[in-house]
């Protein structure tokens, strides 16, 4: 079975989140940067494989990360006003929280009708 754009979308997020945690491990040996990375990218791949059975299960927990993020990174990014990590993860979290949230959105549409 082929991959909607959401599950593409998400395992897309979850490598970013992953690939930073990492990053972040091996430039400054940061623990709480490969844990938040990793556990970021494992539940967001939960999501992925959820959102084809359970879409709005998987779409609010996606949201939930996402907004998350969004929140913390977006605040470092305010204060030191860096790129990278924190401009890149907080405006792909941004992209994100809306995605996440148009899928709840259509799929209570969905089943009203």
């Not at 972040?24 to 490969?34: A, E, P």
């Not at 969004?70 to 890149?88: C, D, H, Q, T």
């Amino acid at each position: 079975m082929a991959l909607s754009n959401s599950q593409k979308f998400t395992l897309g997020y979850a490598a970013l989140l992953g690939a930073g945690g990492v990053i972040g491990y091996v430039k400054s040996g940061s623990q709480k940067s490969i844990l938040a990375g990793g556990l970021s990218a494992a539940v967001l791949y939960y999501v992925s494989t959820e959102l084809p059975v359970r879409p709005v299960l998987a779409s609010s927990v996606g949201l939930g990360i996402s907004a998350a993020l969004l929140g913390v990174m977006g605040s470092r990014f305010k204060k030191s006003g860096k790129i990278f990590p924190a401009g890149v993860v907080s405006l792909v979290s941004l992209i994100m929280t809306g995605g996440y949230l148009h899928g709840i959105m259509r799929s209570l549409h969905k089943q009203q009708i």
